[in-house]
């Protein structure tokens, strides 16, 4: 089992940065896969970012490569999506996942993670 908690959300203006933070415990933190989802209003839960458990691999969404960039530090247990040059379009509920095979295929699919945060309200006002 890993439980999975995020923050770091909140109201950011156009052209701003947030980090958000998602602190894991229960399972090793370095035995999972990371990923960062997000979910607009009316929207499915889309693929953010992931990074693999040694933390030098990592893949992005098209939208978010350049602005956003996901590390980790196993040693805190914690996982990070550093924001920059926010959009309003990047408003949504962030979610943060562990792949518990450990396994790093680079996957956008949500059915890879098996547990789930219960997610953190990014709003960027234009």
């Known amino acids: 089992q890993v439980q999975l908690v995020e923050s770091g959300g909140g109201l950011v203006q156009a052209g701003g940065s947030l980090r958000l933070s998602c602190a894991a415990s229960g399972r090793t933190f370095s035995s999972v896969v990371v990923g960062w989802f997000r979910q607009a209003p009316g929207k499915e839960r889309e693929f953010v970012a992931s990074?693999?458990?040694?933390?030098?691999?990592?893949r992005y969404d098209d939208s978010v490569k350049g602005r956003f960039t996901i590390s980790r530090d196993n040693a805190k247990n914690t996982g990070y999506l550093q924001m920059n040059s926010l959009k309003s379009e990047d408003t949504a509920v962030y979610y943060c996942?562990?792949?518990?095979?450990?396994?790093?295929?680079?996957?956008?699919?949500?059915?890879?993670?098996?547990?789930w945060g219960q997610g953190t309200q990014v709003t960027v006002s234009s």
């Open positions: 990074i693999n458990r040694s933390g030098d691999r990592t």
């Open positions: 996942a562990a792949d518990a095979s450990g396994i790093y295929v680079g996957t956008t699919r949500r059915d890879r993670y098996d547990y």
